[in-house]
């Protein structure tokens, strides 16, 4: 196993600086074993692209992250190693002609494992749809599970694996063939360029859930928040759920956290909703 001391918080897709960190990597499957000494009575957090999570310089946490990768056809099925981008996953849609995650086109940075422990979703489909079998390791128990991926694994943007210091592996997907897979993907990705920040923008994607009333997009932008900016970040003119951080060398996490205040004041005071943050702390 590889130990490495790194800024999360450059790392992750917001590009909100953290401080040095203490990462343990998982390079082979034997390294699984030497866990559950290693976080017995700690506080750790796993991680995968960190699309979705702010690292706070404040934060105690040790890290882990899987970085198996790989991704092959085996029995009508596609299997996926967690730490495999999805960028990659997409390009060997495109070179085997197989659809499967082309909804999911355009999110930058994610991983395999992080889209399924976050449930991801897009244009009404959820990773929960089409995945098969999960391959996760039990921290605390010491054991390796290849179980299907039932429905109760999964609820909106969350899934067992995010509380139960649960390593997700891998998985294995459904798939059809599909000759128009490369030109589904760039569709996808169109229109999500259509209503969203470019990929190079320092944001993490939606950053309040969508509460039931309405979405959060639509309560940011009817209180005034598109395009609302504070310090060094600013909620997306494109799309008021997208928080960017407008400059990753001079902002702090105070005005993250700030910006993140206001708005759900705002949103309170109006329609009397409490937004729920999408994005994560640690
Ligand atoms: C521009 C942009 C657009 C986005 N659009 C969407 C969208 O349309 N739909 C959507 O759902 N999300 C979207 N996101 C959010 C984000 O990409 C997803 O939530 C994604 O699932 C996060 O994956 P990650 O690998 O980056 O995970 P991280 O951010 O690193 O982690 C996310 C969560 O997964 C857990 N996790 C990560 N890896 C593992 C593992 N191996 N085992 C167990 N738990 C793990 C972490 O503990 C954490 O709770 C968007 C993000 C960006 C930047």
Redesign the pocket.
Known sequence: MKLDYKDLGLES?LRLKSGRKKVFYIEDFSDLNSLKDIFKNKKY?????????VISPFSKYIFLK?LLKGIYLKKGKIFVY?GTKLSEALNFQIKNKISCLEF?A??????I???I??????FGISISDVVDKIF?FDIKKNKIYFENATKEFFSY?NSI??HEN????GASFKYNFDFYVKEKIKSYVKKRLEK?PH?VEN????TFKNPKQYPAGYLLEKAFLKGFRFKNFKFSEKHAN?LINLNPQKASFFELLEIIYIAKEKVKNLFNISLELEI?IF
Not at 166 to 169: A, H, R
């Open positions: 897709k957090k796993i991680i995968g692209g960190l699309s979705n999570t899987t967690a999911l355009g999110i930058p940075q994610a991983e494992g992080g889209l422990a976050q449930n991801a979703s897009a996760f943007r694996f995010k649960l390593l997700i592996l969203q990929f944001t993490l994607g939606s997208f994560e």
